[in-house]
DNA sequence: CTTGACATGTAATGCTATAACATATCAACA
DNA sequence: TGTTGATATGTTATAGCATTACATGTCAAG
């Protein structure tokens, strides 16, 4: 399976099959190395899943109590972590949030293209940057372990005249 | 003026000078745009001048109250605001901290490279990532508008063999 | 000297994230 | 099968980051 050349974040699209898609990679993938994709963990993903929109940690947890999980707050950053550790999930600095990785197992330097007016998210494509970013670091002498790299705009449908 | 290509973050360097120029720099700028430098803010620039860290608000709010500023966060906050506002200071969104702005009233894209070991950052130069973030974003119909480019790694000095 | 815009002081609160320790679960192994 | 160690979860408390709201002060234009 290779990366949609353009994210269906915002366009219509069919969530369900989109999402469960998704959802499906992430338990190989989870199965494939042996990570314990636990009923928080897995329920995390898929409240993140829902949408694709960013969700704050206490806005999961929230959901998370509705479901019958414990209300503190680690147990939503735990399975938060778990997800960025293992790649099924992204943090979204800017917005102190979280949002599902739409590419789970797939190598990839996503840029997050955040819409400022309907919140939504979109992973793009990001090895050119990934490039560029090599490119400024390497004369500083510096070497890249991670990056964040998030783009704050409007999404097509947003940017659409009233 | 222009942009030195290698920026001087993790070099050894005359830092006196390094941040003097800034400073100039930065009156010079708030003189020709009208902007208000006044006591507080000019002064959290140079509190953030001091090093090539970032520094949260608190710790900032801190050096201020020992120079007879307030001690309430909004102090920081709003001064730390003007200065990002107005192109003087960045936010580091990946340490919820802040840092002088290298190369005030110059047109930079910056991206931010931060030494996980010793907290040094620089800021290089990203006109090439600007270029790759636009044609990542394009074919999604996405128009950015703000960018955070921020890279963790290991700076050379930290990098050299122990 | 009044007025209005901007800046600062001050108190209170809200949101985000982690530390620390107790308990439970589970699989490997004797 | 019982023990053990590793991993995961429950629970309490606290730390760290950021904003709201309102009062007060400053200064220059009219
Ligand atoms: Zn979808
Ligand atoms: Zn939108
Ligand atoms: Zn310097
Ligand atoms: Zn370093």
Do not use: W
């Not at 963990?41 to 999961?60: D, F, N, P």
């Not at 800017?94 to 330097?109: V, Y």
């Amino acid at each position: 399976m290779t990366i949609d050349p353009v994210p269906l974040a915002f366009s219509e699209h069919d969530h369900e099959t989109c999402s469960g898609g998704v959802l499906a990679q992430a338990g190989a993938l989870a199965a494939s190395r042996g990570l314990r994709l636990t009923p928080v963990r897995r329920r995390t993903l898929e409240i993140l899943l829902e949408s694709h929109r960013a969700m704050g940690a206490y806005e999961v947890l929230e959901r998370l109590s509705a479901d019958g999980f414990a209300k503190q707050p680690p147990v939503a950053y735990r399975a938060l972590e778990f997800l960025v550790e293992n790649g099924l999930a992204h943090r979204i600095r800017r917005l102190n949030a979280f949002a599902a990785c739409m590419h789970p197992g797939e190598r990839h330097s996503p840029v997050f293209l955040i819409c400022k007016s309907c919140d939504h998210i979109a992973e793009a494509q990001g090895a050119h940057v990934a490039t560029a970013l090599e490119a400024a670091a390497t004369p500083a002498g510096f070497s890249i372990e991670r990056t964040n790299v998030e783009a704050l705009g409007l999404c097509p449908a947003c940017a659409a005249p009233a």
